[in-house]
């Protein structure tokens, strides 16, 4: 059986879910719930397969086992999903709308230009204080990175903020949708 190293020292484990003690080169057992015990201190053995081999850290969201057996903790029975859900994009006329309100009826928008499209967007929302209001909210740190001046794609906005790469994209959608419905209930945008 092939062990690969984790973040925590001393500690190795397998893509099938059996966990390593490297110093004692010991097995260590696994509870049922997935639960195993080093140092005292008790880890949970799916998050830190999630976070060995898909490289990303659990913050919210829920741990799914696609078969249904909560005790197969094969790295292929494992799923992430986060608390934001199924999340549409956002309505692209109303984005367009609320760019010409700030800029001029007259602007040229070319979604395709996406360093001047994600830059218009960031002066609108600095306008609104919209990082200010919503800075209680989940990932909006994530949705903040989007606007950067090296404008991330989703995959490497992933990276950046150790959340999956869908999570990245629906953080987008989320706020973006804000944004529109914001705007719609200041009457910027029509419904």
């Not at 990245?168 to 706020?175: D, E, H, M, Q």
Request: proline share 3%.
């Amino acid at each position: 059986m092939i062990y690969h190293e984790t973040t925590i020292k001393g500690i190795s484990i397998s893509r099938s879910g059996s966990v390593k003690n490297t110093v004692t080169d010991k097995v260590l057992k696994v509870t049922k719930r997935g639960y195993f015990i080093h140092y005292g201190k008790t880890v949970n053995l799916p998050k830190l397969m999630l976070e060995t081999f898909r490289g990303f850290n659990i913050k919210t969201g829920q741990l799914y086992f696609i078969d249904g057996n909560r005790q197969n903790f094969n790295i292929d029975n494992l799923e992430y999903k986060t608390k934001l859900g199924k999340i549409q994009p956002p309505e692209e006329p109303k984005i367009i709308s609320i760019i010409k309100f700030y800029f001029g009826k007259s602007e040229m928008i070319n979604v395709k230009d996406v360093f001047k499209y994600r830059m218009q967007l960031k002066i609108i929302l600095e306008q609104r204080n919209f990082f200010d209001k919503n800075k209680n909210i989940l990932n909006i740190n994530v949705f903040r990175d989007y606007f950067s001046i090296d404008t991330p794609g989703y995959k490497n906005l992933s990276k950046r903020n150790s959340i999956t790469i869908n999570d990245a994209r629906r953080t987008v959608y989320f706020f973006l949708g804000k944004l529109i419905e914001d705007c719609e209930n200041d009457k910027i945008v029509k419904q």
